[in-house]
């Protein structure tokens, strides 16, 4: 008896186990999952990065740029601002994925900047005429 009751506690637990692991994998809806994130943040990092090292916009024109840039950068990717606030939150509770998602960021960030002359160059890659590539 006290062996079947030990068996039927411990598949419990197993199973229990198993559904909250499966649980945890999947994202709420609206969050970008790893690479989507990744390669966002890739992008929105590089287009920052630009607009802080361009010194020939006025503070306001800067903004209205950066905003247009912004928008040109959702669209590329398919996302909406929402779901990169909805992303960011998520992920600013799971730290270790979080922390990953930016090794991957920085990795590609400095794939993109090696080999080229200064920083300006490869965000102009990225800015052609205005549209972001």
């Given at each position: 008896m006290k062996i079947r009751h030990l068996f039927v506690i411990s598949l419990s637990?197993?199973?229990?186990?198993?559904?909250?692991?499966?649980?945890?994998?999947?994202?709420?809806?609206?969050?970008?999952?790893?690479?989507a994130m990744v390669a966002f943040l890739t992008d929105a990092h590089m287009l920052e990065s630009y607009y802080a090292v361009e010194t020939n916009f006025h503070y306001e024109l800067r903004i209205q740029e950066m905003t247009a840039s912004y928008n040109e950068l959702f669209d590329k990717h398919g996302i909406s601002r929402e779901q990169v606030e909805r992303s960011r939150d998520y992920y600013l509770h799971h730290e270790r994925e979080y922390k990953e998602i930016y090794e991957q960021v920085a990795q590609n960030l400095a794939e993109a900047a090696s080999g080229e002359k200064g920083k300006k160059k490869m965000f102009q890659k990225m800015i052609k005429g205005g549209k972001l590539r």
């Open positions: 637990l197993i199973w229990i186990f198993l559904v909250s692991s499966c649980h945890r994998n999947r994202l709420p809806e609206g969050v970008l999952d790893h690479e």
